[in-house]
């Protein structure tokens, strides 16, 4: 049985911006939306497809929970490493950050609130996520991200703590190698600061000598996240 219906549709601090990923397709799979009980919004990286990324998620699925994807046009979110200046990546960061409203929006237009959502990404997919969960503050039903990070040239707390709303315990597990080529360490590190200053349930895994890439214990923790999901439906 799907989730109940929700008259409040979730809204966002994201522009309703008509940018190069807004015509992209929203790639679905696991459980029908109609008849899902809770969600997972996931984002691909650079040079990936929303396909390949909902395949990852088919991994952690369970009966119950639909898989909800956007595709990001030619591939890439922006342009840019997400260390390089907000407006060097423009406008497909505020574009990408609208894709994943966007989805979260069809979630809950089916009646799942974002508490019962997963956000999952990887590599830009990751660093999308991780920014929107951090600009967009509220019970979410967790966040994934896959070797990713707060996206800028640097991090300023401040600017994410100035809204009034928090995560409220939102499960957050960033999980990257100590050596991975496009993300720092330092970088993880300072998302988890800002995420834990935003009262989430921040679990933090350096792989040593891992690279760039998803290994089982990162699908291990995901999938129990995605049961956690289910444990009051």
Not at 5 to 11: K, T
Not at 83 to 96: D, Q
Not at 109 to 127: K, Y
Request: with cysteine.
């Amino acid at each position: 049985m799907g989730a109940q219906s929700d008259d409040s549709a979730p809204s966002f601090a994201v522009p309703d911006v008509d940018g190069p990923h807004q015509n992209q397709p929203l790639v679905s799979g696991g459980t029908p939306l109609e008849e899902a009980d809770a969600a997972i919004v996931l984002t691909h990286g650079r040079g990936a497809t929303a396909r390949s990324i909902v395949q990852l998620g088919q991994e952690v699925h369970r009966d119950g929970v639909a898989l909800l994807a956007p595709q990001a046009a030619r591939n890439t979110w922006y342009p840019n490493s997400f260390l390089a200046p907000v407006e060097a990546n423009e406008p497909g960061r505020t574009s990408g950050l609208r894709a994943i409203a966007n989805a979260l929006e069809r979630a809950g237009d089916a009646g799942i609130p974002t508490d019962r959502v997963l956000l999952v990404g990887f590599s830009q997919g990751g660093c999308l996520a991780s920014e929107f969960v951090a600009r967009n503050p509220r019970r979410y039903g967790g966040l994934a991200a896959l070797s990713g990070g707060l996206i800028g040239e640097s991090v300023d707390p401040d600017e994410y703590l100035a809204a009034d709303d928090r995560l409220e315990g939102t499960p957050a597990f960033l999980g990257c190698s100590d050596v991975d080529p496009h993300i720092p360490v330092e970088r993880v590190h300072e998302t988890a600061d800002v995420l834990e200053a935003l009262e989430a349930d921040v679990t933090t895994r350096l792989y040593e000598e891992m690279g760039h890439g998803v290994n089982e214990d990162e699908l291990d923790v995901v999938a129990g996240m995605v049961a956690a999901l289910l444990e009051d439906g």
